[in-house]
T-cell receptor, first 113, second 113 residues
Framework: DGGITQSPKYLFRKEGQNVTLSCEQN?????MYWYRQDPGQGLRLIYY???????QKGDIAEGYSVSREKKESFPLTVTSAQKNPTAFYLC????????????FGSGTRLTVV | AQSVTQPDIHITVSEGASLELRCNYS??????LFWYVQSPGQGLQLLLK????DTLVQGIKGFEAEFKRSQSSFNLRKPSVHWSDAAEYFC???????????WGLGTSLAVNP
């Protein structure tokens, strides 16, 4: 079955280190998204990509970076510049930018230790 | 500015009772409206969506929602709640040329046996 795979499910990072979260989809979706979820704050958009080799900043892009070299993959790097990286990170995709039927991955919980 | 309000942070219902989760939005034109559900530690799943037409929409898992333009609301309902419905429910609005979803902060549903 098609879907979105996020790995790892749990990730621990020391302060000052960069870490990369993986997001892979086999749905043949053009658009992909990264959200951050904190308790009581809903979902906040970090970055999104409409097509391969193109991406835009979302509402809270500072301290994060992404790449979109392949249609199937949209990795997120949490850099040391992100002051409060402990959160639940969700990756999503949809067929095209105009389609709101997002498919979500099961998330990665990042904890800074 | 576009916004989504879910007035109830937490709701508890008894199994078999009816359920209504409230969602109010702020947007000048007819928005695209969505309800998503999230089980603990998981990604989000689309329950239903409204784009146009019949203002009462049916979704998965026995849920329905009604768009009321005069009240700027899109409330989610279910006639008889099951214990497996315990989860976090998010209302979202898609509007404007930027094609981004605006999320509510969520309503946590607990179901008593």
């Amino acid at each position: 079955d098609g879907g979105i795979t996020q790995s790892p499910k749990y990730l621990f990072r020391k302060e000052g280190q960069n870490v990369t979260l993986s997001c892979e989809q086999n749905l043949n979706h053009d658009a992909m998204y990264w959200y951050r979820q904190d308790p009581g704050q809903g979902l906040r958009l970090i970055y999104y990509s409409q097509i391969v080799n193109d991406f835009q900043k979302g509402d809270i892009a500072e301290g994060y970076s992404v790449s979109r070299e392949k249609k199937e993959s949209f990795p997120l790097t949490v850099t040391s510049a992100q002051k409060n990286p402990t959160a639940f990170y969700l990756c999503a995709s949809n067929i095209e930018w105009a389609d709101y039927g997002y498919t979500f991955g099961s998330g990665t919980r990042l904890t800074v230790v | 500015a576009q916004s989504v309000t879910q007035p109830d942070i937490h709701i508890t219902v008894s199994e078999g009772a009816s359920l209504e989760l409230r969602c109010n939005y702020s947007y000048g034109a007819t928005p695209y409206l969505f309800w998503y559900v999230q089980s603990p530690g998981q990604g989000l799943q689309l329950l239903l969506k409204y784009f146009s037409g019949d203002t009462l929409v049916q979704g998965i898992k026995g849920f329905e929602a009604e768009f009321k333009r005069s009240q700027s609301s899109f409330n989610l309902r279910k006639p008889s709640v099951h214990w497996s419905d315990a989860a976090e429910y998010f209302c979202a609005v898609g509007a404007g040329n930027n094609r981004k979803l605006i999320w509510g902060l969520g309503t946590s549903l607990a179901v008593n046996p």
